[in-house]
C-alpha cells in the first residue's frame, strides 16, 4: 500500500472512531437527560442568562443551584461577590437573604404545630394576650384623627401564617407614621418588646379582609418562642438548621466568616452602575449579636444550606436522615389559603399565586409568555436584594438563586425562570 493511502485510512479509521464516540456520547447524555427539565439545553440557557446579568451590569454577581429528583443538575456562579475587594462569587459566598429567612420561620412555627402546641384557627391572644380586643383604624375624622373601630373578628395564628391579620403601614391613615416611631424591629429590642409595642397599635384592616405583607411573620417568631419556651433563634437552629446541617446559616456571622459575605449593590432608575450600599447598614444586624432576632428577615446563608432546606420541602419534610416535618404538614404550608381575601396587592406580579403558610403558591400555569414562569402546585419566596428560590414538587426540582441587589428586581427572577423552563409552553407547565 502507498504511504498516502495508508495514512488516509489511518485519517478515515480515526475519523470514524471520534465520530463514533461523540455520537455514542450524545446518545448517552440524552438517554441520561430525557424526561429532565435540566438538560444540556437548559444548563446552557442558565449559563447565559447569569453571563448576561454581569454584562449588562444588572447584578455585580450571581450564583444559582438547581437539583432535580434528588441530584445535583446545576451549579454556576459568575461575578464578584465583593467587586471593589475583587473577591468572585463562589458556592460559598455568604448572601444576605432577606424574606427568604420568612419559610423558615414558618417551618419552625409549623414544628410546634405537629407537636399539638395550637391549632391554625385557634385566636392568637389564646397564647398572645396582647393581641386581645385589637382596634381598627377604619378612617380620619374632620380634625383628622384616626376612627377607631373594634376589630369584627380575632386574629388567627393562620391570619399571622399568611399576611391577613390586618397589621398594616397605611399611609393614609398615618399608621406609618405611628409604626415608624415605636420603632418595633430596633435591634436592641426583643421579640417581646416588638409584641407589646405591635399590639398598642391600630390594624388597618379588620382580620382576614386583606393580604398585606409585613411584620406578621415577626409575631410568628414571638408565637414561637413562647411556645418553645426558648428564644426563637436558638428553637430555630435545634429543629432545622442543625439537623439540616446548615451550619451556615445564621443572624449572627462570626468574624473568620466575614471575608465571605457578599456586598450589597444599588442600582437607581437614571442610573446605569452599580453602587455599593455601605457595609454598616447591610450587616450591623449580622456582625453584632443584637437582642433582636426577627422571623421575618434577618439570616445569612451559602447557597448549599438553602438548598438543603429546599431539598428538605421538595422531600415532604425529610432531608439526608433528618425529618422536620410530616408530609402531610408541607402539603398544607404549600396550600393556597387566601381564596376569600378581598385584595392581595402586588401579589399577582409574581405569577398566578396565591399564598399558604409563609410560600406563595402557584395555582395556575402563565397565559402569556410575558407572565412570570412556573408550574402549577410550586411553592417559593424572595428576598429583598432579589434572591429567589422555588419547590416544583411536578418535577422534583429545586432552584436557588442568589444575587445582591437593592431594589428588588422582578425582571432577575422573570429570565432566570424562562432560563430554567424553556420557551413559554403553557401545556407543559
Known sequence: MKPKLKLKKIYFILSSLIAFSACKQATEIKETEQGLVIDHVAKNRVDSTLQSFIADST???????????????????????????????????????YSMTKPIT?????????????????????????FADMQVATGLDESGEMIL????????????????????????????KISGEADLLNMENTLTDMAARLSKIPLGYHPGQRWEYGISVDVQAYLVEKLAGKPF??????????????????????????????????????????????????????FNDWPMKPGGWGLKATIDDYMKFAQMLVNEGTYNGATILK???????????????????????????????????????????????????EFFWDGAASTLFWVDPKNELTAVLFVQKFPFDGTVHKKFRDAVYGPFRPENL
Open 59 to 97: 447584578v455585580v454577581g450571581a450564583s444559582a443551584l438547581i437539583f432535580e429528583k434528588g441530584k445535583e443538575v446545576y451549579f454556576n456562579a459568575y461575578g464578584y461577590a465583593d467587586r471593589e475587594a475583587g473577591v468572585p462569587m463562589a458556592r460559598n459566598t455568604i448572601v444576605t437573604i
Open 106 to 130: 414558618g417551618t419552625a412555627l409549623m414544628t410546634l404545630y405537629e407537636k399539638g402546641a395550637f391549632q391554625l384557627e385557634d385566636s392568637l391572644s389564646a397564647y398572645a394576650p396582647e
Open 149 to 176: 373601630d373594634p376589630a369584627n373578628r380575632a386574629i388567627t395564628i393562620a391570619d399571622i401564617t399568611r399576611h391577613t391579620a390586618g397589621f398594616s403601614n397605611r399611609s393614609d391613615l398615618g399608621l406609618d
Open 233 to 286: 433563634h436558638e428553637y430555630m437552629k435545634e429543629v432545622i438548621l442543625d439537623p439540616l446541617g446548615m451550619s451556615e446559616t445564621g443572624y449572627f456571622v462570626p468574624e473568620g466568616k466575614r471575608e465571605r459575605v457578599a456586598a450589597l449593590y444599588f442600582k437607581a432608575d437614571s442610573s446605569n452602575s452599580l453602587n455599593r450600599v455601605p457595609d454598616e447598614r447591610v450587616h450591623a444586624i449580622n
Open 327 to 377: 408530609p402531610e404538614t408541607v402539603k398544607l404550608m404549600a396550600t393556597n389559603h387566601l381564596p376569600a381575601v378581598e385584595d392581595s396587592l402586588w401579589l399577582p406580579g409574581k405569577g398566578r399565586v396565591g399564598f399558604g403558610i409563609d410560600f406563595a403558591v402557584r395555582t395556575a400555569p402563565p397565559k402569556t409568555a410575558e407572565e412570570m414562569n412556573g408550574t402549577v402546585g
